[in-house]
């Protein structure tokens, strides 16, 4: 079964969508880059420490198991949008989140973590510039202009 990664939750009386957070190709290939490159220095050192005479295989498997999972989800993940509405937050398969349920919005690298005030999280990923959608999440929780 395929999960809908854009939001399809209706829309209330007087709602309306005020601006879509896509996730940046840019952003991912870039994030996805860095994380090649420690997965390459871990394997590396992992088998330094073991002793192994071919400690370059490890930059090799590192490389290759990130290109590998990067490819794989680089679909999935570039197509996964939220709605920012006049009242809720609306994401993939079915999440909903109130403005006023918004505790906390933190800012984790190019990802940007909704916090609600029962303790659920929710992550809005590969943002080409999280401080921006932090800005406009809470912009719009306080009725401003976007």
Wanted: charged content about 20%; aromatic content about 8%; hydrophobic content about 45%.
């Amino acid at each position: 079964m395929t999960q809908k990664m854009t939001p399809d939750t209706p829309l209330a009386d007087g709602e309306e969508v005020l601006v879509s957070f896509q996730a940046d190709r840019m952003t991912y290939i870039r994030t996805n880059t860095w994380m090649a490159v420690f997965a390459m220095a871990g394997g590396m050192a992992v088998l330094y420490f073991l002793g192994n005479p071919y400690v370059w295989t490890g930059a090799i498997g590192g490389l290759a198991a990130v290109a590998v999972r990067a490819f794989y989800m680089m679909s999935e993940e570039l197509s996964v949008r939220w709605d920012l509405t006049n009242q809720r937050l609306l994401g993939p398969m079915g999440r909903a989140i109130r403005l006023g349920e918004i505790k906390q919005l933190n800012k984790l690298g190019n990802v940007v973590q909704v916090v609600t005030a029962t303790g659920d999280k929710h992550l809005v990923k590969y943002q080409g510039d999280a401080p921006e959608t932090i800005r406009k999440i809470q912009s719009a929780k306080v009725g401003g202009t976007i």
